[in-house]
């Protein structure tokens, strides 16, 4: 079994919890955007936008680049593949356990 960082994973699982910040990385895998273009689809302030990409910055799922007053996010993706390895070991887990009930439910009956 591989180990993970559980303040990394925790810092993803908790950026990801909200529905707002999935918004953003959803937006952000598909090309790279400002401030200002993720904050547009958002009724909310801009501080309010800012502190969700803070969030999303400190675990790691989203890079800024500054040019100018212009700030850029991109998406990084490999700390996806952090949360990805640790859930996939649970739906190992739970493709045998569900197998296993397959199993005993369509099994014949002995009467």
């Known amino acids: 079994m591989v180990k993970y960082s559980s303040n990394q994973l925790d810092g993803i699982f908790a950026a990801l919890s909200d529905p707002t910040r999935r918004a953003i990385i959803r937006r952000l895998a598909s090309e790279g955007a400002t401030v200002t273009e993720l904050a547009e689809p958002?009724?909310?302030?801009?501080?309010?936008?800012?502190?969700?990409?803070?969030?999303?910055?400190?675990?790691?799922?989203?890079?800024?680049?500054?040019?100018?007053?212009i700030h850029r996010l991109q998406l990084e993706a490999d700390a996806l593949k952090e949360?990805?390895?640790?859930?996939?070991?649970?739906?190992?887990?739970?493709?045998?356990?569900?197998?296993a009930l397959e199993q005993f439910v369509t099994k014949p009956k002995k009467q």
Request: net charge positive; no cysteine.
């Open 42 to 69: 958002f009724a909310m302030s801009m501080p309010a936008i800012s502190k969700h990409l803070r969030v999303l910055q400190d675990a790691g799922l989203v890079s800024r680049t500054k040019d100018g007053r």
């Open 83 to 99: 949360a990805i390895g640790w859930l996939e070991q649970y739906r190992q887990f739970w493709e045998i356990k569900l197998a």
